[in-house]
């Protein structure tokens, strides 16, 4: 599969696996840091070519989706004609992502925006997908609400590389009628990028694990092998350790059974000159 595919590619590079895990747990980890008891809350992740919404109660994944929305295709939606003073303009790609990137979703219809293009335009050729962003959300809580009998989710994070849009979450506050807010992270994390490395390091070995069972059983049976050269070496070096000592007091015994010898001939001759002195 391509989780196989992507080990090998890692594998040709000297790097090991040696744990796969996934943002939408991770997140959860980052959710229990805030400390809120029993808060239903969301998590929206928008990247590039996939959204994804994950429904937390506790900080525990109860709910998660794909939705029908990312970052490319807003900024394709606004490659269509925009109707201006001068006449229909069509942006390439590059433009739409830069007028995107400069002013997200326009909150006055009445400005005008750049080069005669006017925020009406723009969100009217946004419209379409990010009505369809807010009804899929409505849905996803609605289900979440009332087929696992909790509450509908009280907040929803914003992460990922779309999460940087402007308005984005004015937007969809105002449409859902939650509290709206990007994903909690230490300042130096820009949530936009380095969310889900920092949910994976804050979740740690709690978190769940992807990795194949087979390359698990292989990293077991190299820790087992390790383990048994370490108890071989280990029991090696004790046995020559008492060799050595049984050798050692070896021959301090046949050096005290030698002067011992020495010291009973030493006396039988003292014996025999005295009784010669005697007699």
């Known amino acids: 599969g391509s989780m196989d595919k992507y080990i090998s ?26 400390s809120k008891e029993s808060a239903v809350e969301a998590v929206l992740d928008l990247g590039y070519a996939e959204a994804t919404l994950s429904i937390y109660k506790n900080g525990r994944l109860g709910f998660v989706r794909p939705l029908p929305f990312s970052s490319d295709k807003l900024t394709r939606c606004l490659c269509a004609a925009l ?31 750049k080069d005669n293009i006017t925020a009406f335009h723009v969100i009217s050729l946004m419209r379409p997908l990010l009505e369809g962003l807010t009804r899929e959300l409505t ?11 909790e509450e509908r989710p009280s907040a929803l994070y914003i992460t990922g590389g779309g999460a940087d ?20 992270l230490p300042g130096l ?20 694990d992807l990795l194949p069972r087979e390359i698990k059983a292989r990293k077991l049976e190299f820790i087992e092998k390790v383990s048994l050269r370490i108890v071989a070496v280990a029991l090696a070096s004790i046995f020559l350790f008492s060799f050595f000592v049984v050798k050692f007091q070896a021959h301090d015994y046949n050096k005290r059974l030698k002067n011992a010898r020495l010291h009973m ?15």
């Open 83 to 113: 109707a201006t003073d001068k006449g229909p303009i069509e942006l390439s790609y590059t433009e739409a992502e830069e007028l995107k990137r400069s002013f997200g979703i326009p909150l006055d219809e009445n400005a005008v925006l």
């Open 139 to 149: 849905r996803s809580f609605e289900y979440f609400a009332s087929h696992l009998k």
């Open 189 to 208: 994390i820009d949530p936009s990028r380095m969310s889900g490395v920092f949910a994976a390091l804050l979740t740690g070995a709690q978190g769940i």
């Open 9 to 34: 590619v890692l594998s040709s590079c000297g790097i090991e696996t040696v744990r796969i895990s996934n943002a939408s747990f991770n997140f959860g980890g980052v959710l229990r840091s805030l």
């Open 265 to 279: 001939e030493s006396i039988a001759q003292i014996k025999a000159l005295k009784q010669k002195i005697d007699s």
């Open 165 to 184: 849009l402007k308005n984005l979450g004015v937007f969809l506050k105002k449409e859902l009628g939650i509290r709206v807010e990007p994903l909690p």
